[in-house]
């Protein structure tokens, strides 16, 4: 990997930790427990290692951006205007994304209570399950063109406009649909979070991209066959959950053969997850600020920085 990304100043675990002494932490297990996803794991140490050195790097950043807004309108001589900060996070599927997502939203509320942190998730603007089988690319959910890109352009662009009550369409990873008439509501925050495997993404039918939105980003990194270990883990979770309720996505694969159920999890990941990674998501890395790599367990054993 190092290879590849001879742009980022490197930082392992270690040395990271080093760059913001956090004593203590302002969250404990019971915290965690509400934000991690299915079969993320997240701990303490990691809040207080990784995570508190980055909410401080991101606050710095976050400062600059309202020096250079509030030098902007005074050389122009115009009124001082809110402009959210947005954060873009991408990833693979079941990289835990949404958890660091959560995490980082967290942690700035408890840390910086005088901001209004928002977080919201892309799949929402995915075309709901009846368009894509209309236009017939039901076997690709998750690429590019499955998401209704005019429309969540337009609502970053509302967002960053600081326009009230933004709506973002709700998505159900139970149904695996989009939820019609249920929306989470952005209403003029000082930082959104914005997290989605699409976000750092240039679809080329666009002329202007999700990314163009972002004050700051970061990509969740992992080996692929790891990804693909968690997303099984994840598969497995679900079938499990999903035994008594038949509006669940999941519940014919669970009441019938488990072994079937996972010949076609693998064909999943292999003919639509793996193949969205290498084509459409992996090659946005080297477009974020931070890269944080994982390792076996979701342990975060490096992050990079980008020097330019």
Known sequence: MAEQLDNYDQFKRDQWQTLFDAESVPLDEIDLEQIRSLNDRISLDDVREIYMPLVHYILLKYRDFQRANDERSDFLRVSHRHVPFLIGIAGSVAVGKSTTARLLALLLRHLYPQLKVQQITTDGFLYPNAVLEAKGIADDKGFPDSYDMPRLIQFLNDVKQSKPHVQAPKYSHQVYDVIPNEYDEIDQPDILIVEGINVLQLPSQAEIFVSD?????????????????????????????????????????????????????????????????????????????VILHKVRHHTIDAVYLRKY
């Open 213 to 289: 939105f972002f004050d700051f980003s970061l990509y969740v990194d992992a080996d692929p066959q790891l990804v693909e270990h968690w997303f099984l883990e994840r598969f497995n979770i679900l079938l499990n959950s999903a035994f008594n309720d038949p509006t669940n996505f999941y519940h014919e694969l669970a009441t019938g053969s488990r072994e079937d159920a996972f010949l076609y999890a693998r064909q999943v990941w292999d003919d639509v997850d793996l193949r969205n990674l290498k084509a459409y998501i992996l090659p946005t890395r080297n477009r974020a600020n």
